[in-house]
């Protein structure tokens, strides 16, 4: 397992990294499409769990959601997000009148999946159409990652109290805690090394970058606890298996989906 997880990094992580310093529609086409693949296992799930969401409409909308954020901001959300919504009902009002009784559950979670998935996850296109987004964008899910290591590493290590009894029997509060630490440390190095290398005399300094990632680090865990919910309530273990080692890509991109928000936001209105 641990191999296989090993060998995907390996292969995804650079062309990642690569998809970030170009940015522009490479790098928002790398994020629509992993967008899309997780909308649709977030169907998926809801799908095994007995409810029908609209699969299609929920990866239609995603997509849309993620390529008009690259193309205009937020200029054209009112008119997309209307559209979208006022179409899941007539999909959903459809599906009641043909006998699918639970149509107004199944219209509730295409839109939970559209707009949890595709209205967060598009806020990575917008970090990375900041100024400094590049860097800001290599702050931020570097230090998501190093924050869940840590939180794995300590946790399994000494963690001795549970942090949720439900959602993740696994996690702790001593690993938890080590993650805040981590991730503390991370952001501040990290930003530190672009001040002094990339970009000095820029936005990024090492305390803006320690106080990004004490908040992702602090917050980012509960995207993860959200999955956890998702996956136990329809009782599947992963969201998928696209990724061996590492399970589907929703499972992936659970803390990124709140990490992009928090970050575009603390960035915006603090230091710009």
Known sequence: ??????????????????????????????????????????????????????????????LAIGISRAIDGFTSAPWLVSLLILVAMTVHLVEYERGRDQAASDFAITLAGMFYIGWLGAYLISVRELPDGMWWLLIILPVVWLADSAAYLVGSRIGRHKMTKRLSPKKSWEG???????????????????????????????????????????????????????KRQVRMKD???????????????DSWLWAGVIGYYMITWLWM
């Open 239 to 253: 969201s998928g298996n696209l990724l061996p080692g590492h399970g589907g890509m929703f499972d992936r991109i």
């Open 1 to 62: 397992m641990l191999l296989k997880r090993v060998i995907v990094t390996l292969v995804l992580l650079p062309v990642g990294l690569a998809l970030i310093v170009i940015g522009g529609w490479a790098f928002a086409g790398l994020v629509a499409l992993i967008l899309a693949l997780a909308a649709w296992e977030f169907a998926r799930l809801f799908r095994a769990g007995g409810f029908l969401p609209a699969t299609v409409l929920v990866v239609a909308g995603t």
């Open 176 to 230: 938890y805690f080590g993650g805040v630490a981590a991730g503390v440390l991370g952001g501040a190095a990290l930003a530190g090394l672009i001040q002094t290398l990339a970009v000095p005399g820029g936005s990024i300094t090492w305390p803006r970058g320690a106080l990004l990632g004490l908040a992702l680090a602090v917050l980012t865990t509960l995207g993860d606890l959200g999955e956890s919910m998702i």
